[in-house]
Each structure stands twice: as C-alpha cells, then as structure tokens.
C-alpha cells in the first residue's frame, strides 16, 4: 500500500511540476479556437515567443530571489526607470551609441546593488525594503520624464532587443548559462542550499549573506536588460514601461515550478511560465479584452501559481515521508 501511495505522489508529483506545460497547451487551443488565424499563423507563434523576452528577464530575476528564498518587488520599477533612463541617454546622444546599450544594465545592477546592501548589510526585511526601493525608483522615472514617450532610438540601441534574431540568441542563451550555472555549478548550488535552509547552510561555511547580495545584484542586472529589451521591443519607452510586471513575474515563476518558499525550482523551466504568460496576454487582446478585466484574469493567474505551488509542497513533503518510512533515506 505504501508504494502504491509513493507511486501515486510520484505521478501528481511529476504532473504538477510540468503543469505549466499543459496549461500552455491549454491556454493556446482555447484561444487557437476562437481566433484560429490570430494564433496559428507562423508570423504570430514568432511574434508571442518574442514578447517573452522583454518581461522573461524581470521573471528570471525573481525567479533567482525566490531561489533563495527572498523576493523582488522592485524589479519591475528597475526596468521601467532603467528604460526610461537609457532612453534619454540614447536619444539625447549623451554617451556615443555604442555605450547607451550598458546604460540601462549599469543602472539595473546599481538598483539590484542597493537593494542588496539595505537586505544584507543592514538586515531589513526584504518585503519592505524591494517595497520602499520599489516606489522610490518608480518616483524616479516619473521624475526623468513625467509624461514624455521617448522614440528615435539609435539603431544600434535597439539591435539587441529588436532585432528577432539577437533577441533570441541573447535570451535562450542567459537562460542556458544559467541552468548549466545553477544545476552543475558550486556557485548556483548555493543558492538553493540558502533557500532551503538558510541556518544549516551558514554552518557549512557558506557565507548566506554572500549569496542573498548576489542573488539582488543579478535581481536588477536582469531588471536592467529587460528594460533595453523593452525599448527594443516597443520601439518606445514612456513612464508606463513595465508597469505592473512585478506580480506578473511572480505567477510565471512560481507556474515554471520555482517555489515560493525558496530553495527549489529549475531556472530553465521557467521559460514554461514566460511563455504561458505571453500566450495568455496575447490571446486576451486578440479577444479584445479590455486592459481592466485583463488585470483581473492576471490577479486570478497569481492566486492558481500559489495554490499549484501549495500543492506541490504538500504532495512533495507526503512523498518524502512516505519515504522516509520505507526506505529510512531523503530525496531531494
């Protein structure tokens, strides 16, 4: 009976850590069938695979404090004023072209820097200061330029994240170092040993504050990057540019399997949760669902990642008990 109760969590296991991926399959036949020539042609699957990129970035930072642990509820602010302040380098030419594209990645990781020293150094809670910093750099963009949409980019600023085919190569590349660095690596070990049990990986010598500091540096270099690609992108920058990502970044984390209690989750597999979410936008404005009711869906999108999430922790600790019982040994 027991090992029939560890293969049966085994499978819901299984199932609801690739959830994600059915949920894609899902989410794109419901849309496939009310608007066949919006979602099935060629054209239109390259074009929501694209639109992943700009806000993939913003969930592969989250997705990397909530590894550890932690959370970033200012790393939507960051692209917003890293593309709003790279726009106005860029434009006004205040730096020769070629250097305007490290602009927005130079602030991003400043942001990330700060947030890292304030948690780290300081030792306030990350809620409220990813809060703080959060309003802050939003009052900040607004500041740079309140209501002014900047366009005219230079070429070479919007290669990167305009062009398709540097596009795709930049990102599927950052999400396969990335995997190699945190399933093979020392270093990407670490992070989850800090996310599942910050104390008892302190004792091993690892330096837990180290990490956390890492983690909220690449937090707002990734932050950064997705506001050049945002501006790439759109073509465009204002004062609204990735307005709202943040608890968006949260569900598409969360849905590719990272958990929210830190310490578990594949950083490749959240590319499922991206890309769920490029679909499930995409289909709602092929639909011509107003910007309001869309953020309802995307509120109810958050609640069902934390109770697929919830799920998963409670089948997973029964298959470990069931474990422990049979066999006298743990599994990761």
């Given at each position: 009976?027991?090992?029939k109760g560890?293969?049966?969590?085994?499978?819901?296991?299984?199932?609801?850590e690739?959830?994600?991926w059915?949920?894609?399959?899902?989410?794109?036949?419901?849309?496939?069938?009310?608007?066949p020539?919006?979602?099935?042609?060629?054209?239109?699957v390259?074009?929501?695979?694209?639109?992943c990129?700009?806000?993939?970035?913003?969930?592969?930072?989250?997705?990397?404090?909530?590894?550890?642990?932690?959370?970033?509820?200012?790393?939507?602010?960051?692209?917003?004023?890293?593309?709003?302040?790279?726009?106005?380098?860029?434009?006004?030419?205040i730096?020769?072209?070629?250097?305007?594209?490290?602009?927005?990645?130079?602030?991003?990781?400043?942001?990330?820097?700060?947030n890292?020293?304030?948690?780290?150094?300081?030792?306030?809670?990350?809620?409220?200061?990813?809060?703080?910093?959060?309003?802050?750099?939003?009052?900040?963009?607004?500041?740079?330029y309140?209501?002014?949409?900047?366009?005219?980019?230079p070429?070479?600023?919007?290669?990167?994240?305009?062009?398709?085919?540097?596009?795709?190569?930049?990102?599927?590349?950052?999400?396969?170092?990335?995997?190699?660095?945190?399933?093979?690596?020392?270093?990407?070990l670490?992070?989850?040993?800090?996310?599942?049990?910050?104390?008892?990986?302190?004792?091993?010598?690892?330096?837990?504050?180290?990490?956390?500091?890492?983690?909220?540096?690449?937090?707002?270099?990734?932050?950064?990057?997705?506001?050049?690609?945002?501006?790439?992108?759109l073509?465009?920058?204002?004062p609204l540019?990735?307005?709202?990502?943040?608890?968006?970044?949260?569900?598409?984390?969360?849905?590719?399997?990272?958990s929210?209690?830190?310490g578990?989750?594949?950083v490749?597999?959240?590319l499922?949760?991206?890309?769920?979410?490029?679909?499930?936008?995409?289909?709602?404005?092929?639909?011509?669902?107003?910007?309001?009711?869309?953020r309802?869906?995307?509120?109810?999108?958050?609640?069902?990642?934390?109770?697929?999430?919830?799920?998963?922790?409670?089948?997973?600790?029964?298959?470990?008990?069931?474990?422990?019982?049979m066999?006298?040994?743990?599994?990761?």
């Amino acid at each position: 009976m027991k090992e029939k109760g560890i293969a049966s969590a085994k499978v819901w296991l299984f199932l609801l850590e690739n959830a994600i991926w059915i949920l894609i399959v899902i989410f794109y036949a419901i849309f496939a069938a009310i608007v066949p020539k919006g979602m099935l042609s060629p054209s239109m699957v390259l074009f929501i695979i694209y639109s992943c990129f700009p806000i993939g970035f913003i969930v592969i930072g989250q997705a990397i404090c909530l590894i550890t642990g932690n959370f970033d509820l200012s790393i939507g602010e960051i692209a917003g004023l890293t593309a709003m302040v790279g726009a106005v380098v860029a434009v006004q030419h205040i730096l020769p072209d070629p250097l305007t594209i490290l602009v927005p990645i130079a602030v991003g990781t400043l942001c990330g820097i700060l947030n890292a020293i304030l948690i780290t150094w300081l030792g306030l809670h990350p809620f409220l200061v990813t809060l703080g910093t959060g309003f802050a750099f939003d009052g900040l963009t607004l500041i740079v330029y309140p209501s002014v949409i900047f366009k005219g980019f230079p070429e070479i600023y919007l290669a990167i994240g305009g062009d398709y085919a540097v596009a795709f190569s930049v990102f599927f590349i950052t999400l396969l170092i990335l995997g190699i660095l945190f399933l093979r690596f020392r270093i990407g070990l670490r992070f989850y040993a800090v996310g599942s049990d910050p104390m008892a990986t302190s004792m091993t010598g690892i330096n837990v504050k180290k990490v956390i500091f890492l983690a909220y540096t690449l937090s707002g270099f990734f932050g950064g990057l997705s506001g050049l690609f945002y501006a790439g992108f759109l073509k465009s920058v204002s004062p609204l540019t990735a307005d709202g990502t943040v608890f968006i970044s949260f569900a598409a984390a969360v849905l590719g399997g990272i958990s929210i209690s830190g310490g578990r989750g594949n950083v490749v597999n959240i590319l499922g949760g991206i890309l769920c979410l490029s679909i499930f936008d995409y289909g709602l404005t092929m639909i011509k669902v107003s910007p309001y009711v869309r953020r309802v869906f995307y509120g109810v999108l958050v609640v069902v990642a934390l109770i697929v999430d919830k799920a998963r922790a409670k089948i997973r600790d029964r298959y470990m008990k069931s474990l422990r019982e049979m066999y006298g040994v743990e599994e990761f």
